[in-house]
């Protein structure tokens, strides 16, 4: 079987659409994006027994992981748990049957990497099943249907509006579908916009958004491997696109014949050499023969990396004199498509330096995509050649983001962070959802300027308020303000820009993403509104999934203890004094097997409604601890 024909079956094999008599008129939820968030929480609602419909606009799974070619886990909390980790083990044990390592990036075996295609096959076996999602691909969301709801509570009379349906373009036509709840999951949160949903876009809120105000960088990242035999001629282009002087001078800054090593210090020292480049985003390769991980001294046997480095765009080109790109980028559609062309064609000059300046025999990889981009459609048709097997989408750092009753900034973030750390006790969130970790990175519009003034953020604070460890993400900042049935997902939450970037990696917006899935599902399993959901119970339905949440870790109450989950949601509602609290890289002790005192009686039935028989001094703390979360989750 050639290379180029098992190829096909791969693609073929994660692209499953389903016909139009399988797309219902009616859904309990709707998920605008399939996104790394929006899988996550299609899978997490259907596995509670509602009915899902994902919307997705490309042919592939996964979004920025997958489909924008970003398959290098910026992950670093040291913690895997829920959907997150069920994804990654069956990413473990893929390439585990092959021979192949997946500790090949960042130079450093602790961490991890997959093939996009392989990650994007991964994701739609999880959410194939009796409790599946309904999926249909090359699709999105034109329009959702609102009405105007009024509640009266005494003297107050309040307006919402509330999400009742969306129209939906597929390659069949248009479709309109009610739906009950409405997850936006897209990569610029186009979804909130059509909802009514308050907004921030960069610096600014709706209505009065400043198309002028910068936001990150985007990049349009390039899967490449090595052809040991030489690059094929159709995978070789003779002449450079327009532009590729500056280009060329540009790469010169990042990567040369005869670049450093990175050996082990921050920051790197620049220019690099190319089998340091390929180390910093290598991927496994499940097509050539050989292994290699991360480690020093195994970088030249890299046969697959994902370029992401020194290819931002505009990234040192500046926009105009700024750096960054303006938030016109997410409100402009037509000058969105002009942006992502020229990503597009910046990378594409990456290639060519590859093959010309640095003589190496490296191209783009026919094995990961074979689908033309939009943003390519103009080119000249050896450029096509190349293109079609780039990744379909660019990497979109930052969104808009939902306005809710709670905006999370670096300075809640950073102090959640600090639990049981430095001789602090708990800041941790009591309606925590998800744990990950990753300082506050912003590619560009990081300055004073760019920042939200009313959330007095400050580009100083990108290294105060760095998170000092791993750190929460509370439920409430999935809801936006002024809209029911409308919930937020993958980089769309109340937070601001400083905090998004740390929340938008892929581990975390997996995570969040699942949470979302589970607020939605008890919003409707309940006949309730997402924002008058008890986070206690989204809590449970997450801890039943295998999520950890909170901060605190305790000898004797470790993952897989029966207690477990009940002992995570006691700490974060303050339910007990630890026998001894977590202290940096120390555990900290529960008492999960010590008796209740009378006086531990007294005070714990005041927490939930909980009778005598129930709750009584012949219960150690861990049965009191789950006979009340179980009273708090009824």
Known sequence: MSRKFFSAILILSVISVPSWAQIRNDYDVVVAGGGIGGISAAIQASRMGVDVLVVEPSTMLGGQATAAGVSTMDDLSGQQS???????????????????????????????????????????????????????????????????????????????LKVNSVIIQTPQGKLNISCRVLIDATEYGDVLVMAGAQYRSGRSASPNIDKDAMIQ?????????????????????????????????????????????????????????????????????????????????????????????????????????????PAAY????????????????????????????????????????????????????????????????????????????????????HKNSLSYRGGNHSNEFQDAIAVGRYQLDLHHANFDEDLEQDLGEKAAHSETHSPAGNFQVPLRILVPKNVDGLIAAEKNLSMSRLTAGALRLQPICMMTGQAAGALAALSVKSSIQPREVRAVRVQKALIDAGVVLSLANYSDVPAGHKFFGAVQLATLYGMFEPLKYPADNELGVFGVDELLTSQDVERLKGIARVSPPELNVNLTRGEAADVLIKAMTR
């Not at 005494?154 to 307006?159: F, H």
């Open 82 to 160: 829920g959907l997150y980790a069920e994804f990654m083990s069956r990413v473990g044990e893929y390439y585990a049957a092959r021979g192949k390592s997946i500790t090949t990036c960042y130079w450093d075996p602790q961490n991890k990497a997959f093939e996009p295609h392989v990650g994007s096959k991964i994701l739609a076996d999880m959410a194939r099943g009796e409790d599946a999602p309904d999926i249909v691909y090359s699709s999105s969301v034109l329009a959702v249907g609102t009405e105007e709801v009024i509640t009266v509570s005494g003297d107050n009379v309040a307006s919402n």
């Open 330 to 413: 997410l409100e402009d559609k037509t000058l969105r498509a002009r942006v992502e062309r020229d990503a597009l064609i910046k990378t594409l000059h990456f290639i060519y330096y590859v093959q010309n300046e640095l003589g190496e025999s490296w191209s783009v990889d026919e094995d990961e995509y074979n689908e033309l981009p939009e943003a390519a459609r103009d080119l000249p048709q050896e450029w096509q050649e190349i293109a079609r097997h780039m990744p379909p989408i660019p990497y979109v750092r930052e969104s808009r983001r939902i306005i809710g009753g709670y905006t999370l900034t670096s300075e809640e973030l």
């Open 217 to 325: 960088d985007i990049t349009w990242t390039a899967i490449m491997r090595k052809f040991p035999g030489g690059v094929p001629e159709h995978l070789k282009p003779k002449s450079p696109l327009p532009g590729y002087d500056m280009a060329r001078l540009n790469y010169a800054e990042y990567v040369t014949r005869n670049g450093h090593t990175f050996e082990g210090t921050y920051p790197v020292k620049q220019p690099v050499n190319f089998p340091t480049h390929n180390a910093y985003r290598g991927l496994p390769d499940s097509f050539l023969p050989g292994d290699f991980s991360s480690e020093s001294g195994e970088w030249d046997r890299c046969t697959k990396t994902s370029v992401n480095w020194g290819n931002d765009f505009p990234g040192q080109y500046k926009w105009g004199d700024k750096y960054g790109l």
